[in-house]
């Protein structure tokens, strides 16, 4: 089955730039959609088709794709950044994947 | 305004059913592909399912697969989750979610808790 990997954790100061990456363990690699989740609410999608961003996303938020990894990047990060941001794909079969989770820590 | 309620989860013996049901409001929910997702405690985004539009076509995770299954009601605007043979490990928030493209979710429902255990 198709998964996809991103690091536990990431920390970054305000202001700074957060990055946190999606592996996919096979090619081709599909499409990948990213979500941010806030404590005890509902996921968000922040970036569709690898780095198209919904309206309503603050600009700071953008998508990249290079080989069989995706790359979110939160650019000068605000305080109500942090969450857990969650990469998610569809495989060949209609099926869907989401990928393991990175808590991204405001310092 | 676009939005999805879940509702029906609640505290169920291992071996038991529960009926979730998300009702669709500012939206048409037999003209969308849907999906369930679910959270366990403190664990990561799991995809349980999907039902194509106009309801033809379920998809089901294997973790699920046999045991749960989707219906509509159309004239409620209303998707349900049918739950059999419950388990601890079903454990979890039960998000439904609209798909888009047969790629990625929207919309998200706010959740319905669902706990398993003796």
């Known amino acids: 089955s198709y998964e996809l990997t991103q690091p536990p954790s990431v920390s970054v100061s305000p202001g700074q730039t957060a990055r946190i990456t999606c592996s996919a363990d096979?090619?081709?690699?599909?499409?990948v959609h990213w979500y941010q989740q806030k404590a005890g609410q509902a996921p968000v999608v922040v970036i569709y088709?690898?780095?198209q961003r919904p309206s309503g996303i603050p600009e700071r938020f953008s998508g990249s794709s290079s080989g069989t990894t995706v790359t979110l990047t939160i650019s000068g990060v605000q305080p109500e950044d942090e969450a857990d941001y969650y990469c998610?794909?569809?495989?060949?079969?209609?099926?869907?994947?989401f990928g393991t989770g990175t808590k991204v820590t405001v310092l | 305004e676009v939005q999805l309620l879940e509702s029906g989860g609640g505290l169920v013996q291992p071996g038991g059913s529960l009926r979730l049901s998300c009702a669709g409001s500012?939206?048409?929910?037999?003209?969308?592909?849907m999906s369930w997702v679910r959270q366990g405690p403190g664990k990561g985004l799991e995809w349980v399912s999907s039902?194509?539009?106009?309801?033809?076509?379920?998809d089901y995770a294997d973790s699920v697969r046999g045991r749960f299954t989707h219906s509509r009601d159309n004239s409620k605007n209303t998707l349900f989750l049918q739950m059999n043979g419950l388990r601890a490990e079903d454990t979890a928030i039960y998000y439904c979610?609209?798909?888009?493209?047969?790629?990625?979710?929207?919309?998200w429902g706010q959740g319905t808790l669902v706990s398993v255990s003796s």
């Open positions: 998610q794909s569809a495989d060949s079969s209609g099926t869907y994947v």
């Open positions: 088709k690898d780095s």
């Open positions: 500012g939206i048409i929910l037999n003209n969308y592909a």
């Open positions: 096979a090619l081709p690699k599909q499409l």
């Open positions: 979610a609209k798909v888009v493209a047969g790629l990625y979710f929207d919309i």
């Open positions: 039902v194509h539009s106009g309801g033809s076509y379920s």
